[in-house]
């Protein structure tokens, strides 16, 4: 069914995917790993914030640390921390609170270059239908990095329900979009802007290219 387009001043809330459990990490939460002197959490708010109407994120755990940064953690409402999709549907359960929010921005935690113009692309894609659209990169789609139209709620509670929790399965069922993204320049190298830190080699490598591009030139 065709729904009507996107209102060009609707109420967007952005969810910050922290959830997980960082396996990969060895279990040290991705969101309070360092990068370039401040936690990867807080450079990924940094470039999200700005392009959204307000921001919420999506952890478990009930560490204090939670409390220094200015903005509402929402839980999983599905027990057993069944992976993203679980905080998907709390970011969208959370909106569906706010009478003025129309649209969810989803992105995980692990995202240092996350694109600054992330939900003008992902909005200008086809803007006179009203779906579900995916950030897509170098030939890989991102599921987890979306626009949702609140009224997607229904859908993403009923594939946890049903134990349906990969989230490249729900988007296929759901027709989404995909909008390709270019590379962004970190300094003067050309970057995926959906890179994202799963292990420490990651976390070195990405590391490396924000100190050269904060380096002067020679």
Not at 31 to 59: C, K, Y
């Amino acid at each position: 069914m065709t729904r009507a387009p996107i209102p060009q001043k609707s109420g967007i809330l952005a969810v910050v995917l922290a959830g997980g459990q960082s396996r990969r990490m060895g279990g040290t939460p991705k969101a309070w790993l360092d990068f370039s002197g401040q936690p990867l959490i807080q450079r990924v708010i940094a470039r999200l914030a700005p392009q959204v109407t307000e921001l919420v994120v999506s952890a478990n755990d009930q560490q204090e640390r939670w409390q220094s940064l200015p903005y509402e953690i929402v839980p999983d409402t599905v027990a057993s921390r069944p992976g993203p999709l679980a905080g998907l549907l709390a970011g969208l359960q959370c909106a569906e609170t706010r009478p003025d929010v129309t649209h969810v921005l989803s992105a995980p935690c692990d995202l240092p270059f996350l694109p600054q113009d992330l939900l003008a692309r992902l909005r200008g894609a086809d803007p006179q239908r009203d779906h579900v659209r995916i950030a897509s990169s170098r030939d890989r789609h991102h599921p987890t990095v979306g626009l949702w139209p609140v009224h997607a709620v229904t859908e993403v509670a009923d594939a946890l329900e049903a134990g349906r929790y990969r989230m490249f399965d729900l988007v296929e069922r759901l027709g989404a979009v995909n909008v390709t993204f270019p590379d962004v320049l970190v300094g003067s190298m050309p970057v995926d802007p959906f890179f994202n830190v799963n292990t420490p080699d990651d976390l070195d490598a990405a590391r490396r290219w924000a100190v050269a591009a904060e380096s002067p030139a020679p």
